[in-house]
């Protein structure tokens, strides 16, 4: 029988429950962590780093200038999972992940995320509400076009880790 391809609802991930949780970092922690031929999956990384650092001041300002007077924050409203991706780049970058839950943002502090931008999950990074995308459009297309070709490198090469760390097999539920 072949895997079941997981859905994008975190209720669908295999790791939702806190036992699997463990198990997926054991798993995957041990080999990332001590393994030298993931010399250019470390590599990789740090470029994911770099490039998060070259887009964080223009979501920051976003979030400034949208979040704080928000009347619906999306982090109270959002699912929040890490994903394979989300746990190799943290790993690989000598990060912890934090633990999972399947709620709603328990990060969310009264300024905003308490998780520092680079130990967010992914999806916490690029997505922008339809405040923020006015603002963005306000700002004209240079700003726009710097930040979504910065997020789509970084989404490529976060797929690229993947493969690299040979990893591919948890996006998958075993029947």
């Not at 989300?86 to 995320?113: A, E, K």
Request: aromatic letters at 8%; proline letters at 9%.
């Amino acid at each position: 029988m072949n895997p079941e391809p997981v859905s994008q609802r975190s209720s669908d991930i295999s790791w939702s429950r806190p036992q699997d949780w463990r198990t997926l970092l054991t798993a995957v922690q041990r080999p990332v962590c001590h393994e030298p031929r993931l010399k250019s999956a470390r590599n990789l990384a740090a470029d994911i780093r770099r490039e998060l650092s070259g887009i964080f001041p223009v979501l920051d300002g976003l979030c400034h200038r949208s979040c704080p007077w928000c009347p619906d924050p999306c982090c109270l409203n959002a699912r929040l999972w890490f994903d394979i991706k989300d746990i190799l780049f943290l790993l690989l970058t000598d990060q912890q992940p934090c633990s999972h839950r399947n709620q709603p943002c328990r990060y969310l502090g009264g300024r905003g995320c308490r998780l520092p931008r680079l130990r967010r999950p992914f999806t916490c990074t690029w997505y922008m509400c339809p405040t923020q995308k006015a603002i963005l459009r306000q700002e004209g297309d240079l700003p726009a076009e710097k930040l979504l070709s910065g997020i789509e490198r970084i989404k490529a090469m976060r797929k690229q880790l993947v493969s690299e760390t040979g990893t591919e097999k948890f996006f998958y539920r075993l029947p």
